[in-house]
Every structure is written in structure tokens, then in C-alpha cells.
């Protein structure tokens, strides 16, 4: 067979080790032969391969980002652009795709799917928010990178007595900032499911300082106030019609300033979360799942996910991954509640 693969969406750390371990046993076990596409669903669109041997994949486990380059090209808006894929594959006699990426790209393989496309996805999210996996790979390595900078910004600003807001990832689940936040101690945690009161987060913010003690406030890029409470800008769509995100830590510590009168400071650590070399944990995870990718379209398993399920690799349907997204339900954020103040 000949398979090709693609990396959609926003990198994260893991996607080379994926791609190393489906070619690697797709290869080395099955016997078949592989093609890269370029920047996600630009590729197979814009037919832009590149070699996927042996040796393309050789030392790529340890490093982030992704060999094959990303986008968030949606070929479903574009005139013709499922037709305009299904030709191309069919002219270089690639037989299946798996798609690694997240909700925007397996849902783009679902929809292939549906019209005739062999395809297996593979979840990738740095935001853990894909439904039927239990953890997306990339998540855990970018929870460890906001914990560090945290730990960090609790001496700074115990030093200066100021209140520091950390701003991270997650524009619709606040997955990233509840597990940074739980993990380094943060004050308060705001995320997208959970819109904040901004008195009751200027009152938590009080209380630390009464205890001799800075707070460090963990916000979500997608985190807003409770309707009517705080002005909110907003701004452009990308490709998904997604807004690009950013801007809600700083309106944070206008607020915090302007109300508590003690000086406030905002990080945002933005692509920082993504970048460079994965974790043990998703390296691991990512050829775990590399590895089952490969075994379902060697078995002609397609239209599903690779998942993570207590500790074993299973497969799901797209449909059912691509459904909803996984949110951080009530009761997970009332165990990090218990900390705040
Ligand atoms: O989907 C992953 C993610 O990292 C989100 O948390 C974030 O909102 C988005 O990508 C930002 O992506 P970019 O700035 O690369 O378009």
C-alpha cells in the first residue's frame, strides 16, 4: 500500500514522533510505502509531497514541531478542494491518508471519509479538548512548560509584591490552565467554561496579599466575564472562523490594578506552549499512537481515531471525536476551587 500523511492545525510536541513510529512500523513491519503532504490539508490540495522513508524519520523523536509543516487549510471551503484531493491521491496512488491534528482537521478527515477517502486520524492538541481520547498528546509537555513558568513568576512576584497574571492556551476548554494551575499553586484559575466574576477574583487577589503572599492568576485565552461585567475586544477569523484569541490577561490586570490598586503584570505565554522537545509522557503517547495508526489502515480500518482509553490504545469512530469538544466538567474545577484565595 501506499499511505500517505499529513499534520494539520497548530503544532504541538509529539507530531515527529507520531509520524516517526507510523513509518517506522509501517515500514519496518508491514511492508508499505509512504509520501508526506506538506502543511496539513494544503498538501494533498496543492499535491506538495515530500519523501517519508526510513531515513526521513531518522533523530525526529525528540524534536518538536512537525517535518511535514502545518496550516490551517480548510480544503471543505474551497470551490472544488474535496474533488481537487480526491484527484490527486488518486494520480499519485496513495491508497489511505492519516491525518494528525486536532477537532478542524479530523473533522476534515471525517468529512473525506464520508465521501469516499480511506482515512485514519490521529489526535494532536496541545488543549486536550478532543472528545473520545482521554488525553491528546502535546498536552502534557505544554502543561509542564506553563507549571515551570509559573513556579517562576511566584518569586518575581513575591519580590515586587505585585499580582501576576499567566495567560495560556485554550480558547474554548481550559484544560491547560486548570492543570498548570493546580500544578504550581495559582491563586485563582479562570478557563472558558466557567465565565468569572472579576470581584470575587479581585477579592482572592486581596486575600493572598493580606497573607504576605503574591497571586499569580491563571487565565485561559479564551476565559471571560460573566455577561455585562468587563468590556472585551475581540478579533479576526482564521480559515475555521475561529477568533484569534489574546488580550484577556491584560484586560485582566487593568481590571485588578484599577480595582485593588496593587500593581498588576501580565505574561503571555502564547507559543511558547507548543514549541520545542516533548515530554517523556507524550513522546511515549504520541508513538503509541503512531503505532495504532498504522495498524488500522493496515487492517482497512477506516473513519476512526486512535484513542487513549485508562491506558490502552483503542479506536473510535472520527464522527464520535469530532462530535463535541471535551470540556473541563464542574467537578474538576471545584477540586482546583478549593485552592483559590
Ligand atoms: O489549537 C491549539 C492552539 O494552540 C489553541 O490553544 C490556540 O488558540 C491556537 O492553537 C492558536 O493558534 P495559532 O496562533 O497558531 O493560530
Known amino acids: 500500500m501506499r499511505i500517505g500523511v499529513l499534520t494539520g492545525g497548530g503544532d504541538c510536541p509529539g507530531l515527529n514522533a507520531v509520524i516517526r513510529a507510523v513509518i517506522r512500523k509501517g515500514i519496518g513491519v508491514h511492508g508499505h510505502e509512504f509520501v508526506g503532504f506538506r502543511d496539513g490539508w494544503r498538501g494533498p490540495l496543492e499535491n506538495d509531497t515530500r519523501t517519508l522513508d526510513i531515513q526521513a524519520v531518522r533523530g525526529i523523536l525528540p524534536r518538536g514541531g512537525t517535518i511535514l509543516g502545518s496550516s490551517r487549510t480548510n480544503p471543505i471551503k474551497i470551490e472544488g478542494g474535496v474533488e481537487r484531493i480526491k484527484k490527486n491521491l ?4 496513495v491508497d489511505a491518508l492519516i491525518a494528525i491534528g486536532g477537532e478542524d482537521t479530523l473533522g476534515v478527515a471525517k468529512q473525506l471519509f464520508d465521501r469516499g477517502v480511506n482515512v485514519v486520524g490521529v489526535p494532536k492538541t496541545i488543549d486536550n479538548d478532543l472528545n473520545a481520547t482521554d488525553y491528546t498528546f502535546g498536552f502534557d509537555t505544554a502543561v509542564n512548560i506553563a507549571m515551570e513558568a ?14 501576576l497574571i499567566c495567560e495560556v492556551m485554550g480558547r474554548h476548554a481550559g484544560w491547560i490552565a486548570l ?11 479562570l478557563i472558558p467554561e466557567k465565565p468569572f466574576d472579576i470581584d470575587r477574583v479581585c477579592s482572592y487577589v486581596e486575600s493572598r496579599f493580606q497573607m504576605q503572599y503574591a497571586p499569580i492568576i491563571v487565565v485561559a485565552e479564551g476565559a471571560h466575564p460573566a455577561e455585562g461585567t468587563m468590556e472585551l475586544q475581540t478579533g479576526e477569523l482564521d480559515a475555521f472562523g475561529h477568533v484569534r484569541l489574546g488580550g484577556i490577561g491584560e484586560r485582566l490586570a487593568q481590571e485588578i490594578e484599577k480595582r485593588t490598586g496593587k500593581e498588576a503584570r501580565t505574561t503571555v505565554l502564547g507559543h511558547i506552549q507548543r514549541g520545542g522537545t516533548p515530554t517523556a509522557y507524550d513522546r511515549v503517547l504520541a508513538t503509541r499512537f503512531g503505532l495504532g495508526a498504522i495498524d488500522a489502515v493496515h ?28 470540556l473541563v466538567p464542574e467537578e474538576r474545577y471545584a477540586e482546583a476551587e478549593v485552592f483559590f484565595g
Do not use: C, F
Request: net charge negative; hydrophobic share 40%.
Open 90 to 93: 488518486a494520480e499519485g496512488g
Open 150 to 163: 509559573i513556579d517562576r513568576l511566584h518569586t518575581t512576584a513575591e519580590s515586587h509584591h505585585r499580582a
Open 179 to 189: 492543570h498548570a494551575g493546580m500544578a504550581a499553586g495559582a491563586n485563582v484559575i
Open 299 to 326: 487492517e482497512g480500518d477506516y473513519g476512526k481515531m486512535v484513542a487513549l482509553r485508562g491506558t490502552a490504545i483503542e479506536r473510535v469512530p472520527l464522527e464520535q471525536a469530532t462530535a463535541e469538544l471535551k
